[in-house]
């Protein structure tokens, strides 16, 4: 996605806009404006159809997708209120805002003030219930694998012998008696009430963003929101499916287009990339759709050999600074991997070299040890049920009292014992504190919290808050009423630091209760207020993490690194992508349909290249199953495409290298000797002048890709080399390709 300056849009694009079938779905290509598209219908739909904004769902896969339609929405002043574009979000954050206001969560035993719990705090959740239950699970360092996959797949996941079963039942419970819902649950929840209450909510207009990574429980959702009458317009590119791990459904535009009768429209033109780069692409397109350019045949494609991570590392730096010197600006550049450990090592060369890169993964609150913790002892500091976070917040080694859960649960009990002791002698619901000091809700004294245990001072600190106060005040005391310094200890060497973040996570939660509450940093905000506020908050980060990073941090000029999985959605001007080696990129794959997958990943990357491509290979690469030498990827780009500036890969500069190649051949040679010796024997061998035997080029003809030459098959797979498209390949039983 990128900014959208005025656009005058296309034919196809403004079809897919004015667009009024009930239902309609966009097969967009890559590169071809599909954001510019689904901005453009919502102001269309707001603008030219009256539709408010309100009466519309957009739903997204990520944070960013649906910050940055708001933000153009914002930015063309057609929207002001964050009201207005309450159901504009990700499904979790849509599915979450229903929840609160327009559903009754006490049908399915939930109460008002839900929490929303992080796939962690659940696996803790489960792994509490183990020990306090004495339940035996095998593999306990897969649980949270087994929880996956019983999400996707909806069912229980009894592989193994022993307790989940159980384990399951009894976590259903806790979560209910905590009040708390993981993601899954938010979406599984809202559509059963929707199921439920239909006339709670009447969407005219649903539109869903990168539709092909639906999952099955979006799917249910969206059954729920689309009444008849609703009109549905997804946009989406099915040679984008890159998250099929995480369960998106097999085959989603022929599904929507059925059930809902669906109108399907193509946004063909790619704005992006350059001709060379659009026509190298195309030969990793799986999916029948027609693409076209509409730019210059720009630069060829760079296909470059690295001895090893390190060497590679040295010559990226060297050439980015090259690039930066020729006027390309460090933000339009970006190294693409496959796996997030290749970042070490760049980032340690790049920094050395004083070059600013930034590593795009998403810091959030819950990354950095100390706010992990501070958010523990916040969440159940404002929820008293919240058993969860209280016993991760004190069982913490570095900063919590590194009790064990069974001394954490005794402390527990012996508090619950003194409190009831304590209402009852004073007479006051307040627990703790001498009776006055709460009676006057009086700041304690900070020698008084001192001498408390951490488990008291999370209990009180709701009760010690002021009455009344300015946000940013409210905020602000948090550290002293925790007394934060008696676990984030002064001495240590990091205790500047670790404060420093706490202070830029409160300044953040500040802004957060601000925009809650609608009321200014200064203003006066009542105990309740700013509980019930901080309280949305701890939802909203549970759900998207909180970015800890200033924004403007982020947006300077800094090269960035990414795994082509996060590189999605993006666009550069130079992009070099790096480590095609086989078992990187592609990754050692477990069969047809992950080998397919790993295409369109690469795919995905190389589209976010607009004029510049460069493609890297290791001869020693680093890691356990990954091979020496240049990716199968490679073989599909045609000569004409690409440079080679060491010469092409057989041209080998290194004994290693040598090696790993003469054995690759020596093993082609074996292989052909053995084809041969079949073909002699089934009688489709042609003599030749010179008397060796050669195997006949088959040639065959695809419906699609015309006619082409056999250049590799065996049982299972059949390689063609078509003149326009390139290798192809296809699974023997289902390749539709006739002899000729
Ligand atoms: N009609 C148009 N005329 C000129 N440029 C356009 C037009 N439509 C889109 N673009 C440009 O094409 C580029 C790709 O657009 P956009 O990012 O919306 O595509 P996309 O389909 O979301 O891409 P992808 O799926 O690959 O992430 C952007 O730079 C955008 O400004």
């Not at 219930?129 to 996959?149: A, F």
């Not at 002021?466 to 310094?485: F, I």
Request: aromatic residues 8%; charged residues 30%; glycine residues 6%.
């Amino acid at each position: 996605m990128t900014k959208m300056e005025t656009i005058q849009l296309n034919q196809y694009q403004w079809e897919a806009v004015q667009d009024e079938s009930n239902a309609c779905l966009v097969n967009a290509n890559v590169g071809s404006g599909k954001t510019t598209v689904l901005i453009e219908k919502i102001r269309f739909l707001h603008t030219e159809k009256k539709i408010a904004f309100q009466d519309m769902f957009v739903l997204t896969f990520t944070n960013k997708a649906a910050g940055e339609i708001q933000e153009r929405l914002r930015e063309q002043q057609l929207v002001s209120d964050r009201e207005e574009m309450l159901f504009f979000g990700t499904f979790h954050a849509v599915a979450l805002n229903l929840l609160q206001k327009y559903l009754p969560v006490e049908d399915l035993g939930y109460r008002e003030g839900f929490q929303v719990m992080t796939p962690e705090e659940e696996l803790e959740m489960a792994l509490q219930l183990i020990t306090e239950h004495g339940l035996k699970i095998k593999y306990k360092n897969r649980m949270k694998k087994r929880l996956d996959q019983e999400r996707a797949s909806g069912e229980m996941c009894v592989r193994y012998q022993d307790d989940w079963k159980e384990l399951m039942t009894l976590l259903e419970a806790e979560k209910h008696r905590q009040n708390q819902m993981t993601y899954a649950d938010l979406l599984k929840n809202a559509t059963e009430l929707l199921e439920r209450h239909p006339e709670a909510i009447r969407a005219k207009w649903v539109i869903i963003d990168e539709v092909q990574d639906c999952d099955h429980s979006q799917m249910l959702f969206l059954e729920q929101l689309k009444k008849p009458e609703t009109h549905l317009f997804a946009v989406g590119d099915p040679n984008q499916v890159i998250y099929s791990w995480r369960g998106s459904v097999f085959q989603i535009f022929p599904l929507l287009r059925m059930k809902y009768q669906a109108r399907e429209v193509s946004l063909p033109v790619n704005y992006r990339s350059t001709g060379t780069i659009l026509e190298a692409a195309k030969r990793f397109l799986q999916n029948g759709s027609h693409l076209e350019g509409c730019r210059e045949a720009g630069q060829k494609i760079v296909i470059k050999n690295h001895y090893d991570p390190f060497q590679e590392a040295d010559y990226l730096s060297g050439r980015i600074r090259e690039l930066h010197k020729h006027g390309i600006p460090y933000g339009e550049i970006a190294v693409f991997y496959r796996m997030q450990n290749q970042s070490e090592i760049l980032e340690k060369a790049f920094t050395r070299e004083g070059i600013p890169c930034e590593v795009s993964v998403k810091k959030s609150m819950q990354d950095i040890p100390v706010l992990a913790w501070f958010f523990h002892v916040l969440k159940s500091a404002l929820y008293p049920e919240n058993k969860t976070d209280l016993l991760l917040a004190l069982c913490d080694k570095q900063y919590g009292e590194g009790w064990t859960q069974k001394r954490a649960e005794k402390e527990l009990a012996k508090a619950g014992k003194t409190e009831n002791n304590q209402t009852a002698e004073s007479g006051h619901p307040n627990k703790g504190f001498s009776g006055n000091q709460m009676v006057e809700k009086q700041m304690p004294e900070k020698r008084n919290l001192e001498k408390m245990s951490l488990l008291l001072r999370i209990q009180y600190m709701p009760e010690v808050l002021p009455e009344r106060a300015s946000v940013k005040e409210m905020s602000g005391m948090l550290p002293d009423l925790l007394a934060l310094q008696m676990q984030i200890l002064p001495t240590s060497a990091a205790y500047e630091e670790e404060m420093g973040q706490v202070q830029k996570v409160l300044e953040i939660l500040c802004r957060e209760i601000c925009r809650i509450s609608e009321k200014k940093s200064d203003e006066g905000i009542s105990r309740q207020e700013w509980i019930t506020a901080a309280k949305n908050c701890l939802n909203d980060i549970a759900l998207a993490g909180m970015r800890i990073e200033d924004e403007k941090d982020s947006q300077t000029d800094t090269v960035k690194f990414m795994t082509l999985h996060a590189s999605k959605g993006l666009e550069f001007s130079h992009v070099f992508l790096i480590g095609v080696n086989n078992g990187l990129i592609p990754l050692l794959s477990g069969g047809m349909e992950s080998e397919e997958e790993e295409r369109r990943l690469f795919f995905v990357g190389m589209t976010r290249a607009k004029e510049y491509l460069e493609l890297s290979w290791y001869t020693s690469p680093d890691g356990p199953r990954v091979m020496p030498g240049p990716g199968r990827f490679l073989r599909f780009l045609p000569d004409r495409l690409v440079e080679y500036p060491e010469g092409k890969p057989m041209g080998t500069r290194n004994r290693e290298d040598a090696q790993s190649h003469l054995q690759s051949i020596r093993k082609q040679v074996e292989k052909n000797r053995i084809e041969n010796a079949d073909a002699e024997k089934t009688g489709t061998v042609a003599p030749q002048s010179d008397g060796q035997n050669t195997v006949q080029a088959k040639r065959v003809r695809h419906v699609r890709y015309g006619i082409g030459e056999i250049v590799e098959e065996n049982d299972m797979q059949i390689i063609v080399e078509f003149k326009d498209y390139g290798r192809k390949e296809f699974i023997r039983q289902f390749a539709m390709l006739e002899e000729i």
